[in-house]
């Protein structure tokens, strides 16, 4: 999570907050964001599905009586 909240500021907050002094500078200033999010939500999905592939499939456990 601290990786996660080192990125925000660096990638989201940092940005906008230095275009807040002007509006033509924040218009892109919110395109670079979203665009940047995009990009991380994507890398995530990747890695999940890395992580997915590895999965071990355990068989079913046969119910003894």
Do not use: C, T
Request: proline share 3%.
């Amino acid at each position: 999570m601290q990786e996660l909240d080192q990125w925000s500021e660096a990638n989201v907050i940092g940005p906008l907050f230095a275009s807040e002094i002007d509006a033509e500078d924040f218009d892109g200033a919110v395109e670079r964001v979203k665009k940047a999010i995009r990009a991380k939500v994507l890398e995530s999905y990747r890695n999940g599905q890395v992580a997915g592939s590895r999965r071990v499939v355990r068989e079913p456990q046969k119910v003894r009586r």
